[in-house]
Every structure is written in structure tokens, then in C-alpha cells.
């Protein structure tokens, strides 16, 4: 669009909106496309939606409110920034519930439309907020969004309802112009979504032009901020959240396995979208089962994996708790099968649509008897990608179970990803069983003496029959065995097969620009940005701390207990109350310091600052 009058531009390197309203307002979808533009653009950007946790919560009241995150910048981050720069609040219970987050002398644009007598005070507001000193700490602009958005669709032939939901666009309009973000990918975007409905698609256009005139001509909006494209790796890139990442690495995998691809899934909360994307893809081989629940989606998987597919399952907490006694067969069968737990708060139904780290110790033990499982977790939404070709690498080398343990933060959160070169992708594929040529017999637990992974044959090949089920086997023949000392030898070569498991993997890293740190901060999943963007900040007021990140969980690297024990003080941030805190202390005999916060919510960068900051002093 070309600009109506000339306005001063500010450059900043880089700013936190948040977009906040009813769950019927659109907030996800205006955010999500700001997002998209502003990737498009060339910034570096991390997002953090936040959803209501009831399906229909009621209008205009606290637990309905809906909010849409991002930060983006001309340099590398870390999180979606721990306070906004800009608050769009489209009524009293998005300003409620988002005020205390807004930073002081932050933008706050307001839909004033929406603030009538009924709507504060089901909220608790006894008069308006726009109309007392209560908001003098922010820069309010008071927008009649509803009912300028009514004005500019006035001649669509749409009804006064239909209408009024293009607010959004008018919101986002502004935002754009306010941030100077491209608008050709938003009405290309509001085309193809609203294809059949083309005079649906036309007002939301015409919404989006007018929020953006509107900016341009506005007294309330003096100055206008530009972001310039961030300095990135050369390659193509595109924006991704966690889940989609996951799906793209399972593809991936299967490709690279030159296998089928099976995911058995029951729909929940915030796996669903790895089932809903998989389902997209039959023409990579990819056959997505919606079972009728969670035991029968991972039976169907394991049933795949005996069949030779690569198999996977997708599920949160409550799921695995469900497909526990399979994964235990999986582990008895030594057959691979990726389970990802998408991790939320719990416990039971708990918190659905936030997030925690809180099943780390039921990946770790959650099933009956002797049943160690590999266990893998990603560190940001586009890692997700690598993790999934990790996770599926560890299951078909070592013909095991293994989780993948991701969360809701990085499941719907996004960032630009770089698009990797096929052919640096690693090769997955693994020999399926053959009959022996020296006529001596098939033997289904005869181990590679490299790994220990046992022959995986294909069923219904002449000549490779042998038991399956969950009674013990006995070593080498498979034959149903109640010998006390083979159960001993199998249960040891199951964990031994674990065990060696870190052989394979890289060895932890350690960043410590200074080389003088003597104070450790160590982090697992999604507490990866968190972490690394208090220790910068940490490192840019002079003091001197140590980074590392997990992504194995079992087994650890080979050099965990060296790194720990070459600190003074190891400090362990979790959204859960000491878990992996509690293994490590189990095992490296470390004093592992936790610090731990179970809010539904990602930790905040400014928050570890200053506990990285008291542990330094405590040295």
C-alpha cells in the first residue's frame, strides 16, 4: 500500500505484541498472520499462543480470553519476550486479564466499542478504565474498532454480525501499518482461506485496508516503528510451529527409512495438530489412523511396527498413562515405535491447552516391571523437526520404544526455520531379517553384537515365524521361557541395549564464552530459550555463567557426570517440580540446585536473570 501522508519512522531492533480478545475474536488467526508476514519479511520471531482451556467459555468474561504473543527483531532470539511492547485488547476482559503484563509506557490500543456498563462489569471493572487514571502508566489509544470496521463494510451486503468479526483484520491492518509489515501475503492469505466465499474474503480485505488507512491518517498514532530484517544462515526459510516441525521430522524419517509411515492417534490437546497434519500427506506414504482411543491407537502402531512400518503414536499425559502396558509390550517385543507425548498440565485433565515438563518421570517409569525407553526432547518449535529424526533413528537402529517428550510451548509456539537439504539428512534405513543360508535356523533374539537390537522380521516371511506377546522370551530362540536366570539375562540385555544407546549420541556441550563460569546452568525441552536468553543477559552485565541443554534424556551423554562435577554450583530450571533434578542427583551424586514453577506458563527470561544471578553471588 502506499502511504496517504508522511509520518515520522523509528527504528527499534525489535518489539513484543500481543494481540488479546474473546476466543471468537480471531485472536489466533491475527496473530498467527502477523506472524507470517513478519517471517516473510526477514525477522528472526518466537510466538506464544495462549488459549482458553474451555472449549466455550462464556463471552467477554476472564477464562474466555484468547492471546496471541510474538517477538520479532532484526537479531537472534530466544523467547517470545517476557513483557509486550503493545497490548491490543479488543474488550475489558482481554485488558483485565493482559494490563499486568503490558510494559510500562507500552502501547496500549483499546476497542472502546467494547467497553460498555454490561461488559466491564462481568468483569469486575465497577466504571471504565478509560475514563480514571488507572491506565496513566501506558500510552492508551482509544480505537473504535467494531463500529469503524462496520463503517468501512457498510456496502458489502453483509449482515451487522457477519461484519463486526472483520474487526480483527481492522486490528491487524493497523498493526501492520504501525510496524511497516508487508500486506500482499495477507490479502493473497484472506483470498485463498475465504475461496468460497468471495464476499466474505472481499470485507476482510477491505477490514485489513482500513485498519491500515486508518494508522496512516490517525492524530493517535504520531510515529510509525520499523524492524529491519535480521542478519540469518543463507537458505530458504518459513515460519513453523513445534507440532508441524514434528510432523514435517516423522515424514521425513519415513523417507529417509524408505518405510510407510503409521501414526495411530486418538484427538487431544496439544497433539491433535501432528494427527491433523499427517493426515495430509497419503502421497508420502503416510496413513494416519484416528482409533477410537488411546490404548487402541497405540496397539494399532505397534501392530504396524510388528508389519514393518515405521510407527508412531501422539498423545499428551493422560494418553500415556493410557498406553502404558503397550509401550511395556513394545519393550518386551523390542520393536521401534515412537511415542511423542506433547506434554500439558496435569494432573487428569489438568491444565489442556498450557504448558509443562511435568511426565518426564512416568516416559522414565511409568510401566510395570524392568522397561527402560529411550526418551528425547526438543528445544525449540523447529527442533522439533531434528528431534523427530532423532527419535526415529534411536527406535529403528535399536529396534526399541522410544518418547519423545515435547510440550505445549513448543508445540504451538513458531520461529523461522531453515529448510534442510534432503540429502544431509541422515540414512535411516535398517535390514529387515533374512533366513540364515546355513540352513542353522531363524533365531528372533539373536542380537547385533553392536547395538544388541534383535533381527526385525517381516511377518508372513517363510521361514522367519517365531512368538510374539508379552510373555518373556527366552534369549536367542524367542520361545515363551519362566527361567529365572534367562528373565535376569533378558532384562539386562534390554537395559544394556538402552545403555548403549550413548555410544551414538554427541557428547553435551557446554557454552561458556569466558571459560572463568563457575556456576552451571543446565536446562531440558523447551527451557532452552528461557535459559540462553537470561545468560546473555546475565553475560552482557558482566558476570560469567555456563550453558548446557539435554536433548537425551535416557541415556544421558557419556560425559554428563564430567560436566556436572567441573562446576561449582549447578542450577536446573523445570516446569515441574524437580524431575530430572531428581535423576541427576541419583545419579552423578550432584548437588543439582532445582528451580522449579508449575504455572501453565513458560519461565521468563527476566526471572532467571536474577536467580542465575543470586546463585553467582552464592559462590
Not at 497419503?282 to 487402541?296: H, P, S, T, Y
Not at 549420541?505 to 546452568?521: C, F, H, T
Request: glycine share 10%; net charge negative.
Amino acid at each position: 500500500m502506499t502511504p496517504l501522508v508522511h509520518k515520522p519512522v523509528e527504528q527499534r531492533d525489535g518489539v513484543v505484541i500481543r494481540f488479546a480478545g474473546d476466543s471468537g475474536d480471531g485472536m489466533q488467526l491475527t496473530g498467527d498472520q502477523f506472524t507470517s508476514q513478519t517471517a516473510a519479511f526477514g525477522n528472526d520471531l518466537s510466538t506464544l499462543p495462549d488459549f482458553p482451556a474451555e472449549i466455550r467459555a462464556p463471552a467477554g468474561t476472564l477464562p474466555g480470553v484468547s492471546a496471541f504473543q510474538v517477538h520479532f527483531s532484526d537479531h537472534e532470539i530466544l523467547t517470545p519476550g517476557d513483557a509486550p511492547d503493545v497490548l491490543v485488547a479488543m474488550n475489558p476482559a482481554a485488558l483485565k486479564a493482559n494490563l499486568a503484563d503490558l510494559r510500562r509506557g507500552g502501547d496500549l490500543i483499546v476497542n472502546t466499542d467494547e467497553f460498555t456498563p454490561r461488559a466491564l462489569a462481568r468483569v469486575g471493572y465497577e466504571r471504565s478504565p478509560l475514563d480514571d487514571d488507572s491506565l496513566e502508566s501506558w500510552r492508551v489509544h482509544a480505537v473504535s474498532l467494531t463500529s469503524m470496521t462496520l463503517e468501512a463494510l457498510k456496502d458489502s451486503g453483509l449482515s451487522r454480525k457477519e461484519a463486526e468479526r472483520a474487526k480483527n483484520m481492522f486490528a491487524l491492518g493497523l498493526l501492520s501499518w504501525l510496524y511497516h509489515r508487508p500486506t500482499a501475503g495477507t490479502v493473497a492469505f484472506l483470498g485463498r482461506k475465504f475461496a468460497r466465499q468471495p464476499e466474505i474474503a472481499k470485507a476482510n480485505v477491505a477490514a485489513f485496508e482500513a485498519g491500515w488507512s486508518f494508522g496512516e491518517t490517525t492524530e493517535s498514532f504520531s510515529v510509525s516503528y520499523q524492524v529491519k530484517p535480521a542478519t540469518m544462515p543463507a537458505g530458504t526459510y518459513r515460519q513453523i510451529s513445534g507440532n508441524l516441525a514434528l510432523a514435517y521430522g516423522l515424514i521425513a524419517a519415513s523417507q529417509r527409512a524408505a518405510l510407510p509411515l503409521f501414526l495411530g492417534a486418538y484427538p487431544i490437546t496439544p497433539a491433535s495438530d501432528v494427527l491433523h497434519e499427517l493426515s495430509k500427506h497419503k502421497r508420502f506414504g503416510v496413513r494416519a489412523f484416528q482409533a477410537e482411543d488411546e490404548i487402541a491407537a497405540i496397539g494399532a502402531a505397534l501392530g504396524a511396527s510388528f508389519g514393518g512400518s515405521l510407527a508412531v503414536t501422539t498423545t499428551s499425559g493422560p494418553g500415556v498413562a493410557l498406553k502404558s502396558e503397550t509401550v511395556g509390550l513394545a519393550v518386551s517385543l523390542e520393536l521401534p515405535l515412537v511415542i511423542c507425548d506433547i506434554q500439558r498440565g496435569g494432573p487428569s485433565t489438568g491444565l489442556p491447552t498450557k504448558t509443562e515438563q511435568a511426565d518426564l518421570l512416568q516416559a522414565m517409569y511409568g510401566r510395570n516391571g524392568e522397561a527402560p525407553v529411550p526418551i528425547v526432547a526438543p528445544r525449540s518449535p523447529a527442533d522439533c523437526f531434528d528431534a523427530a529424526l532423532e527419535a526415529c533413528r534411536i527406535a529403528l537402529t535399536y529396534r526399541t520404544p522410544v518418547f519423545l517428550l515435547s510440550d505445549g510451548y513448543l508445540a504451538n509456539g513458531a520461529e523461522p526455520w531453515r529448510i534442510p537439504d534432503v540429502a544431509s539428512l541422515p540414512d535411516l534405513r535398517v535390514p529387515f531379517a533374512t533366513v540364515p543360508s546355513d540352513g542353522s535356523g531363524y533365531l528372533p533374539y539373536a542380537r547385533d553384537p553392536d547395538n544388541l537390537a534383535r533381527p526385525w522380521a517381516r511377518p508372513g516371511t517363510p521361514g522367519l515365524e517365531h512368538r510374539i506377546g508379552g510373555l518373556e522370551k527366552a534369549d536367542r530362540t524367542g520361545a515363551i521361557s519362566y527361567d529365572p536366570d534367562n528373565h535376569d539375562t533378558m532384562v539386562r540385555l534390554r537395559q544394556a541395549k538402552v545403555d548403549g544407546i550413548a555410544r551414538s549420541i554427541p557428547a553435551m556441550v557446554v557454552e561458556d564464552p569466558s571459560g572463568e563460569a563457575r556456576v552451571l546452568v543446565l536446562g531440558w525441552g523447551s527451557t532452552y530459550g528461557p535459559i540462553g536468553a537470561a545468560c546473555r543477559q546475565v553475560r552482557d552485565a558482566g558476570g560469567a555463567v555456563a550453558q548446557a541443554h539435554l536433548r537425551h534424556l535416557n541415556p544421558f551423554p557419556t560425559n554428563t557426570g564430567d560436566v556436572l562435577g567441573a562446576y561449582d554450583r549447578v542450577l536446573l530450571p523445570e516446569m515441574n517440580l524437580g524431575q530430572l533434578a531428581s535423576l541427576l542427583r541419583a545419579r552423578y551424586l550432584v548437588d543439582v540446585i532445582p528451580y522449579n514453577r508449575v504455572r501453565g506458563m513458560p519461565f521468563k527470561s527476566g526471572e532467571l536473570v536474577g536467580v542465575i544471578t543470586d546463585v553467582i553471588d552464592s559462590v
